[in-house]
C-alpha cells in the first residue's frame, strides 16, 4: 500500500506539472526531488514510529516479530523493527524473536541478517514454533508491519500474521501492528475488501529448485492474510498510538457511572464537528485519522491510582494500591513535575480514595468506603481529618470554597447540606430537606454541589410532566437555614455541577453540556452529543474561558466504547477534542496543561 500512495502521488505530481507546461527534464528533476522527499518522510516517520511505540514495549523480555519491517523494507530504520530499535536504544533489555515466513523466509534471509548487522542478537525460529514460544511467558508482545489497513482497522500483513495474532490472544500477549499512516486504505471498508494475491504453487512444492511435494498435490498459497481488528492491542503511527476499547471496558464505566464516578473518550467528528459516515467510524475509534500526537507520558508504573490533581508546577495523585491481600498495598499520594521527574511520595498510608481536590495550596480526599474527607499541605505531611458523616450517613457531594468546606450528607431519608469551618469546629446546617420518592418508592437524594463566594447550588429531583426530573436550586451563601432556595432550571438527569467566576455549568439527560450566567440570561447549550454518546463528567473550567468534558461512545462489532476529552468554548461558541484513550481514570486541569491518568496506569500530558 505503501508503494501505491508513493506512486500515486509522484503521478499527481507529474501530470501537474505537465499541465503547466513544464519540460520533460524539468518533470524529471521535480520527480527525483520528490522522491527524495518521499524518502526523506519515510525515514523521519519511521523513526516516530519507533518512538512512539518503545513505550509499549515490556522491558525484561522478548519481542516476536514476523516477515520483515526494517530498514530493507523501508527508508532505513524501520516500522515494526524501528519499534525493537527505539526501544532497544531506549535502555530497555529485550531479547528479539524471529520467525522464518515461509514460504519465502523472509524472517530469516532478511530480518535475522538485518538486526545481526546491527549488532541486535535475535533468536531465529520455525513459523510453527511461534504459539510454543507464546506460551512460554518469554515474549512480552509481537510487533508486526503492515501492508493495508482497511477503514475498520483491518490489517493485512505477511502470511502467518493472522495464527500469530490468535496465538498472541491465547496466550495473553499484547499484538501491535507498527505502520505509517500511508498504510491506511480509506477505499478498503473491512479486511474483506483488501485484496490478496496468490502466488505459484511452485513457491511450496520446491525447495531451492528441488520438488519436495507430490506431483499433482493441489496448493493455496496466499501472499498476505488480514488480522482482525479485534486481536490488535494497538497500531503505532507516527503520528500516536491507537488502541481499540474493549466491550469489557463499557461494562466497567456503566458500573463506575452509577457510582458516580468519571470516566473519559471520542465522539466520531468530521473535521466540520459533524458525525463521520458508519464506515469510518471504527477507524476514528482506532484513532488512525483522527490520531492526535501521542500524549507525552509524564508518569508510568502506576498502581491503582484514580486521582489526579494539577496546579502550575506539580501533578498529584493517590495510588491506592494492589488492594489484594497478603499482598495489599498501602494507599500513597504523590507529587513530580508536570515534565516527567521522579515521583516524591509526600503522605504514605492514607486513606484509599477515588478523589483529589488541589484549592489554595491544600490538598483534599475522602475515603471511598466511609466518607472521611481529609486534608494536608500541597508540600506534604500527615494528613487531618476535615469532616465525617454521622453514623448512618454518606456524603453524596463535597466541595471546599474559602475557608469551608460544604458537603450534602444523606442519612436515607432527608439530605442536610452543612458547613465546616476548614480551621476546625462543628460542621453547621445550613439547610435540610426530604429525599425525593417516585411513585414507586424508590428514593433519590441530593447530589451535585458548587460553591461559589455569593451562592450554593445543588441538585435535587422533583417530578415533572410525569417524569423523573432534576433541578438546580441556588442558595445565597449564609447559615441561615431559612434563607431561601430559588429554582435555576429544571431538567433530565441533571450532574456534575461545576462553576468559575462567571458561569454554572452542568451535564443534562447524559448527551448535552448546559451553562448559565450568574449575571442572567437564558441557559445556553455548550454541546450536544449525536447517536450512542453518552455524557460522563463535566469540568472543570481553566479560568480562561474553557470547561472541560468527558463523553463516552459505546462501540460495535468491531470495537468497545471510546471515550473523549473535549474543551468547550464558555461561549458555546466551539469545541475541541483534545483526546482519545480507551480509558482515562481522571482528569486534571492547571494554568497551560491537561493531564490524565489512562487505563494504562500512565500519566499523559494532553496539551
Given amino acids: 500500500m505503501n508503494l501505491r500512495w508513493a506512486v500515486e502521488r509522484l503521478t499527481r505530481k507529474r501530470d501537474a506539472l505537465l499541465v503547466q507546461g513544464a519540460s520533460p527534464d524539468a518533470v524529471a528533476q521535480a520527480l527525483l526531488d520528490e522522491a527524495h522527499q518521499v524518502l526523506a518522510e519515510d525515514l523521519a516517520a519511521c523513526r516516530a514510529i519507533g518512538r512512539n511505540g518503545a513505550q509499549l514495549i515490556p522491558d525484561g523480555l522478548g519481542i516476536l516479530t514476523h516477515c520483515n519491517a526494517g530498514g530493507l523494507a523501508t527508508s532505513g530504520y524501520g516500522t515494526a523493527l524501528g519499534v525493537v530499535r527505539a526501544a532497544l536504544e531506549a535502555g530497555k533489555t529485550c531479547a528479539v524473536y524471529?520467525?522464518?515466513?515461509?514460504?519465502?523466509?523472509?524472517?530469516?534471509?532478511?530480518?535475522?541478517?538485518?538486526?545481526l548487522q546491527d549488532g541486535i542478537p535475535v533468536t531465529l525460529l520455525p513459523d510453527v514454533a511461534a504459539a510454543s514460544l507464546l506460551a512460554s511467558g518469554k515474549v512480552g508482545c509481537v510487533v508486526v508491519g503492515a501492508d493495508r489497513i482497511a477503514r475498520n482497522g483491518d490489517t493485512a500483513n505477511k502470511v502467518g500474521t493472522y495464527p500469530l495474532a490468535l496465538a498472541a490472544q491465547a496466550a495473553g500477549v499484547p499484538f501491535f501492528v507498527a505502520a505509517p499512516l500511508s498504510t491506511v486504505d480509506l477505499r478498503a471498508p473491512t479486511g474483506r475488501?483488501?485484496?490478496?494475491?496468490?502466488?505459484g504453487a511452485d513457491e511450496v512444492t520446491h525447495l531451492a529448485g528441488s520438488r519436495v511435494a507430490a506431483e499433482g498435490v493441489a496448493v493455496f498459497n496466499p501472499a498476505f492474510?488480514?488480522?482482525p481488528a479485534r486481536l490488535i492491542s494497538a497500531i503505532v503511527t507516527e503520528r500516536g498510538v491507537a488502541r481499540p476499547p474493549t466491550k469489557s471496558r463499557w461494562g466497567r464505566w456503566r458500573a463506575d457511572a452509577v457510582r458516580g464516578r468519571r470516566p473519559c473518550v471520542p465522539v466520531h467528528e468530521d473535521a466540520r464537528g459533524g458525525k463521520m459516515m458508519k464506515g469510518a467510524i471504527a477507524i476514528v475509534a482506532?484513532?488512525?485519522l483522527a490520531c492526535h500526537a501521542t500524549p507525552a507520558v509524564v508518569q508510568s508504573g502506576l498502581v491503582g491510582a484514580t486521582a489526579l490533581a494539577a496546579d502550575a508546577t506539580s501533578l498529584y495523585w493517590i495510588e491506592n494500591g494492589r488492594n489484594t491481600s497478603p499482598t495489599s498495598d498501602a494507599p500513597v499520594l504523590r507529587r513530580a513535575s508536570p515534565h516527567g521527574a521522579p515521583p516524591q511520595?509526600?503522605?504514605?498510608n492514607i486513606a484509599p480514595s477515588e478523589d483529589l481536590l488541589l484549592v489554595d495550596g491544600q490538598l483534599y480526599?475522602?475515603?471511598?468506603?466511609?466518607?472521611?474527607?481529609f486534608t494536608l499541605p500541597a508540600t506534604g505531611g500527615v494528613p487531618r481529618l476535615v469532616a465525617a458523616p454521622a453514623a448512618g450517613e454518606r456524603f453524596s457531594s463535597w466541595a471546599v470554597q474559602g475557608s469551608d468546606l460544604f458537603a450534602i450528607a444523606d442519612d436515607g431519608n432527608s439530605y442536610h447540606l452543612r458547613r465546616t469551618p476548614l480551621a476546625g469546629g462543628a460542621p453547621l446546617e445550613i439547610h435540610a430537606a426530604p429525599d425525593f420518592r417516585d411513585i414507586f418508592g424508590a428514593r433519590h437524594p441530593a447530589h451535585g454541589l458548587a460553591v461559589t463566594p455569593e451562592a450554593i447550588f445543588l441538585v435535587d429531583h422533583l417530578e415533572a410532566d410525569g417524569r423523573l426530573a432534576s433541578r438546580i436550586l441556588r442558595r445565597p451563601r449564609g447559615d441561615d437555614p431559612a434563607l431561601p432556595l430559588a429554582t435555576v432550571h429544571v431538567g433530565l438527569a441533571i450532574g456534575g455541577l461545576v462553576a468559575d467566576a462567571q458561569d454554572l455549568f452542568w451535564g443534562e439527560a447524559l448527551n448535552s453540556v448546559r451553562a448559565v450566567s450568574f449575571s442572567g440570561g437564558a441557559v445556553r447549550t455548550l454541546l450536544e452529543l449525536p447517536g450512542e454518546a453518552l455524557l460522563a463528567g463535566v469540568g472543570p473550567p481553566d479560568g480562561q474561558g474553557h470547561v472541560f468534558t468527558v463523553d463516552v461512545v459505546?462501540?460495535?462489532?468491531f470495537h468497545g466504547p471510546t471515550y473523549a476529552v473535549r474543551r468547550l468554548d464558555v461561549t458555546g461558541g466551539g469545541r475541541e477534542l483534545l483526546e482519545?484513550?480507551?480509558w482515562i481514570h481522571a482528569l486534571a486541569i492547571a494554568e497551560g496543561g491537561a493531564w490524565y491518568i489512562s487505563g494504562s496506569s500512565e500519566i499523559r500530558a494532553v496539551f
Fill in 365 to 373: 480526599f475522602s475515603h471511598f468506603v466511609d466518607g472521611r474527607i
Fill in 286 to 288: 482506532f484513532g488512525l
Fill in 554 to 557: 459505546s462501540g460495535n462489532d
Fill in 193 to 199: 475488501d483488501i485484496p490478496i494475491e496468490e502466488r
Fill in 225 to 227: 492474510d488480514v488480522t
Fill in 98 to 115: 524471529a520467525g522464518e515466513t515461509r514460504p519465502w523466509l523472509q524472517g530469516a534471509r532478511l530480518t535475522a541478517w538485518e538486526l
Fill in 580 to 582: 482519545q484513550e480507551e
Fill in 345 to 348: 511520595t509526600i503522605a504514605s
